[in-house]
């Protein structure tokens, strides 16, 4: 089915609607937007038409009698929200601009704009952004530690994030300290009281931040019972859209809104819940039902998107998880080609083999902007994203950065950087800032006193005692001499990949885990850095490589249009997107799952969500070595999410090692004339 939206025609359909929505409508969804009232669970599949769902469910409200305005769409991005009131006007041929519909963020602050006094704030408060509430939280930090401890904390960014999930999470602050950053976990009394000042800098400043918009939304939806019975008045119908996404904050701040009658249709696929590292809580569409008594559960499951083979594939995969609603994928397409798995047996010969499928599939017609390659963890894509460059195959990075302009490899590359050259000013800028009680201007005042010929030899024989700064400074100042003076033995020039991971263990890691976000995944990707660098007989060449691949941006088109580009993504980033080919990498044990998941279930609707990216065709490559830091080759065994397939739903291809050729001569005759205004142009270059 299209998921084009008819303009709205003459009068005269029963009710005196103007669509025709058993026409327009299959019968599962015609199901779900003719239901009269109550609260509504809408499980909704992988290309199944949620969004028409509800874009329908709305017009049809409106054209039996709902003001406009008595509808509110929650949804989590508010291009989303936009573009169902467009198809909505669409669908009646009149501007539906009366609904309310956006983010929850931005509908709290409209509804906080209204009732702020009743949370303690005016009217007029300002909103925090990020960059913003990590200075005031450091502001909050200052005040409860004035100065630095015998043990340290978290940087104000951190605690911004700590703050953010507990927030919006509902759990303890010790709980949380336990599973994320355990290293700070006895510092959760002093955490609790930077987190309580920083509250009350905010109240009194009259600011809030973005996790303010739904908290003191829900504050006054349980503090102000009048208040909530004149918006549950108001909005007599509340749509919300990517239900299994929201957290636990989002669904009570849902349930406060209702009015007597229950008016609520939640619409989402348990299926695809793979939030949980963001706060999203599973158990909010699994247990709806039990929350609203008398809720009618629909399903949608006739996919539009993808072909037999691989809802086949998706739905076999599926199953195995226990906690679920019990749903399967129906396809709409006839016939299609089996999904592939592909066995190799290296890291590099799956990137090689990679490449070379997607060129033969773009020599077949099939556009690069069609295509896909997905993995479970940005670093899987390294020896991809080397391969891609090197062949000059033009690449987005929808995960992130592309692998060297990410902040902690920079970070970590600025050591060997200043070690291969150590007039690098801008390296050891780099480097210096991380430590703590150097900023900007002790850093260049440093730099002034060892500049010269030899700065590294000028560094170690400094005596920090003798420079003036703070104690910090000074203690940060001996650890970094220490440590830029073991990078520069003569054995570790030689092995790049230990280089990487003395920094990692002397200093980076601690320093990621106080400092970044997802430490885990950063130094997983910092793991990988190393082991290319194992493959380098010494610090230059491996420095003089990574700037070469990232000079070569991949941004060059290889024939056809120059927006003519591949897409490398996560499997998170890609949900809610589809492409003709999707290729998933990486999928060994330990891997995809990931080692260090403890939620196994979740892990499998990941992989659910990667293949149900595939409209056309499907392929799932593995390698069956890796090498480990040691240089050993480790054998990996396929991921689970295949062993555990049944044969019939795929086939599969056994790639052998490639072999290498003798180098070919050079052709005869091959001359190089050098430019006129460098010599006479008579002359010849071998």
Request: glycine share 8%.
């Amino acid at each position: 089915m299209s998921d084009r939206i008819r303009a709205a025609g003459p009068t005269g359909l029963a009710g005196g609607r103007r669509v025709d929505y058993a026409a327009e409508l299959n019968e599962q969804q015609l199901a779900a937007v003719m239901h009269p009232s109550g609260p509504m669970l809408v499980l909704a599949g992988a290309g199944t038409g949620k969004t028409r769902t509800l874009v329908y469910r709305a017009g049809r409200l409106i054209e039996d009698g709902v003001p406009p305005g008595q509808i509110l769409l929650l949804t989590f991005t508010n291009k989303a929200a936009r573009e169902m009131l467009d198809r909505v006007g669409q669908l009646l041929g009149r501007d539906a601009g009366r609904v309310h519909g956006g983010t929850f963020h931005s509908a709290g602050h409209r509804i906080l704009r209204r009732h702020a006094e009743q949370v303690g704030y005016t009217p007029r408060f300002s909103i925090l952004d990020r960059e913003d509430a990590g200075d005031l939280m450091g502001h909050a930090l200052a005040d409860v530690e004035p100065e630095v401890g015998p043990r340290r904390l978290p940087k104000p960014r951190l605690l911004v994030d700590l703050y953010s999930f507990v927030i919006n999470t509902g759990r303890e602050l010790e709980e949380v300290l336990a599973e994320r950053t355990p290293q700070f976990f006895d510092q959760a009394g002093t955490i609790a009281a930077i987190f309580k000042r920083y509250l009350e800098r905010k109240r009194a400043a009259d600011l809030m931040d973005f996790d303010d918009l739904l908290l003191n939304w829900l504050l006054l939806l349980k503090r102000s019972p009048d208040i909530r019975r004149r918006l549950a008045a108001a909005y007599r119908h509340i749509l919300v859209d990517e239900y299994q996404d929201t957290n636990r904050l989002q669904a009570d701040i849902v349930d406060g809104m209702l009015g007597d009658e229950r008016n609520v249709m939640v619409v989402g696929d348990d299926a695809q819940s793979i939030y949980a590292f963001r706060g999203a809580d599973f158990d909010n569409i699994l247990g709806f039902p039990e929350r609203h008594p008398g809720c009618a559960v629909f399903r949608l499951e006739t996919n539009y998107r993808s072909t037999p083979p691989i809802l086949a594939l998706a739905n076999a995969s599926i199953v195995h998880n226990e906690r679920r609603f019990d749903k399967v994928l129906r396809p709409v397409r006839g016939a299609g080609e089996l999904p592939l798995e592909v066995v190799v047996p290296t890291p590099e010969d799956q990137a090689r083999w990679v490449a070379d499928r997607v060129l033969e599939l773009r020599d077949e017609g099939v556009d690069l902007e069609q295509m896909v390659v997905l993995y479970r963890n940005h670093s899987h894509s390294f020896d991809l994203q080397v391969e891609l460059t090197r062949r000059n195959l033009p690449f987005r990075i929808r995960s992130g950065l592309r692998f060297f302009e990410q902040r902690h490899v920079k970070d970590v590359l600025a050591h060997l950087r200043l070690v291969d050259n150590p007039r690098d000013e801008v390296s050891f800028a780099r480097l210096m800032k991380l430590r703590p009680g150097f900023g900007p201007r002790l850093t260049a005042r440093l730099w002034d006193r060892i500049a010269g010929p030899s700065p590294l030899d000028r560094l170690g024989a400094l005596d920090p005692a003798s420079f003036d700064a703070p104690r910090t400074a000074r203690t940060s100042l001996a650890a970094a001499r220490d440590l830029l003076a073991r990078l520069a033995r003569p054995q570790l020039l030689g092995q790049p990949g230990e280089a990487v991971r003395l920094v990692v263990t002397e200093f980076y890691a601690d320093w990621a885990r106080g400092n970044l976000e997802n430490p885990g995944s950063r130094l997983e990707d910092i793991e990988q850095l190393a082991l290319f660098g194992d493959g380098f007989p010494d610090l230059p060449t491996f420095l003089a490589e990574i700037t070469l691949l990232n000079d070569l941006s991949g941004e060059d088109s290889v024939g056809g249009p120059t927006d003519e580009v591949l897409t490398l993504s996560t499997a998170h980033q890609a949900k809610g997107l589809e492409w003709r080919v999707v290729l998933v990498i990486w999928l060994a044990d330990g891997r995809f799952p990931s080692a260090r998941t403890d939620d196994l279930e979740e892990e499998r609707r990941l992989f659910y969500v990667a293949v149900t990216r595939a409209r056309d065709r499907l392929f799932l490559v593995r390698p069956e070595l890796a090498r480990d830091r040691y240089r050993v080759d480790v054998l990996l065994g396929p991921s689970r999410f295949l062993s555990e397939l049944p044969d019939e739903v795929r086939e599969r291809l056994v790639v052998a090692a490639p072999v290498d050729d003798d180098l070919a001569a050079l052709p005869a005759g091959g001359r190089y004339r050098l430019p006129g205004f460098l010599a006479d142009p008579d002359d010849e270059v071998n």
